[in-house]
């Protein structure tokens, strides 16, 4: 997301939505050193990570001493540490192991590997080089240049994810399963992609911070480290086999009417069915309200151009079966679907249709995408079995 907009490379802002209670990291303030405090219910023993700062050179926390967006905890609740903010990079990568807090979904995570994606954004008129052309019969004649954007391939703490789902459907990565169903997928749950500036990075003294299943299998602690957490080699050989399943390529971004809307397409496989080659994506999707207005997401409108000549249009309420809420409170909603083609190569696009509290409509522009498969034939994905 663009620095100039959000300004959240700059910002400690981190929105967690937690037991429908919620608040706000105050501004990252240089003079002091801030704690991140996570709310556990000591009536079910069960933690909910609900960022907030403390200020350790006069303990007042950071909602006291800045702009305070929660006043009182429901009773039952009580505070405890989960680690310490560090300074956002404005420059450079976070390097694997790196902890951090999402600045819109708000659950902890540590990064993986790095990834470099050419980033397409509608909202900026480009020279004429350099541009992604416009699909067959996609709307609008624009182009757009590609510019150069790092990813992270993160894990999940499984603590945050029941209060992460009400807005974000991407909490995994899917695959082609590997047998004759060529409809059969799985999924490793718990993986996800974050841009750089969505990073909020804090390092912790505990030696597993993060509660996931491959943490161990892919992390070592290592004290003499900065940050402390170092790739296994298991990590390594799962990156390098999995590459071509796993690699951010693309991003797509365009916003109408203050509603921005970002489109990360995958390649998953080919898989042979009924004499035919069947060629699979996965598209994840996340809109943003980035103005004050609280709207809804009602229906969804696809165009879907295969290389084999097709042109398929689909309609239908909502997506994946939810009509979210876009308001300042919880501005974002992710989610992530799939598509197949007879045909090594298509392209989609299309808008969704959003409305206002007073009942009107408008439609937002899905951003045109490619569906492309990888060059060379590899073999199926093969998970984390190692």
């Known amino acids: 997301m663009r620095v100039c907009e959000r300004a959240r490379a700059g910002k400690m802002a981190a929105c967690a939505l937690r037991r429908g209670l919620w608040s706000t990291v105050s501004k990252y303030n240089k003079k002091h050193t801030h704690r991140i405090l996570s709310v556990v219910d000591s009536s079910s023993g069960f933690e909910v990570n609900r960022p907030r700062v403390q200020c350790r050179a006069c303990g007042l926390s950071g909602g006291a001493q800045q702009r305070r967006f929660m006043s009182s905890r429901p ?14 990079k404005q420059h450079g990568k976070y390097e694997t192991g790196q902890l951090f807090l999402h600045s819109v979904f708000g659950y902890r995570g540590i990064v993986l590997f790095p990834w470099h994606a050419r980033l397409y954004d509608r909202d900026i008129t480009p020279p004429m080089s350099d541009s992604k052309p416009e699909p067959p019969g996609a709307h609008g004649s624009k182009e757009v240049k590609g510019k150069t954007h790092t990813y992270y391939q993160v894990l999940i703490d499984t603590r945050d994810c029941p209060h992460i789902s009400q807005r974000s459907q991407t909490e995994a990565v899917t695959f082609l399963a590997n047998h004759d169903d060529s409809r059969a997928l799985y999924a490793i749950p718990g993986l996800d992609y974050v841009s750089h500036e969505d990073i909020l990075p804090y390092n912790s003294a505990e030696q597993a911070p993060i509660q996931h299943e491959l943490f161990e299998r892919f992390l070592m602690y290592n004290p003499d480290k900065s940050p402390p957490f170092t790739a296994r080699d298991t990590l390594k050989a799962w990156q390098e086999k999995n590459h071509p399943w796993l690699e951010l ?14 489109v990360i397409p995958f390649y998953m496989g080919m898989r042979e069915a009924q004499n035919s080659h069947v ?12 103005g004050d207005e609280v709207v809804q997401l009602r229906e969804r409108h696809w165009r ?11 309609r239908g309420r909502g997506v994946v079966g939810r009509e979210p809420v876009l308001s300042k409170e919880q501005p974002a909603f992710q989610y992530s679907s799939h598509v197949s083609l007879q045909a090594p190569s298509g392209h989609m696009w299309g808008t969704f249709r959003i409305e206002r509290t ?15 498969s990888n060059k060379d034939d590899k073999a199926p994905p093969a998970g984390y079995t190692f």
């Open 75 to 88: 009773e039952g609740k009580i505070l405890e540490t989960v680690g310490m903010f560090e300074a956002v």
């Open 249 to 262: 390529s693309d991003v797509h971004r365009e916003t109408t009417e203050n509603i921005r809307v970002t």
């Open 279 to 290: 060629y699979w994506w996965r598209y994840c999707i996340r809109l943003e309200n980035m």
């Open 304 to 314: 879907i151009f295969s290389l084999s000549g097709t042109l398929e249009t689909v």
């Open 358 to 372: 007073d009942g009107s409509h408008f439609d937002v522009r899905i951003p045109p995408f490619s569906l492309e």
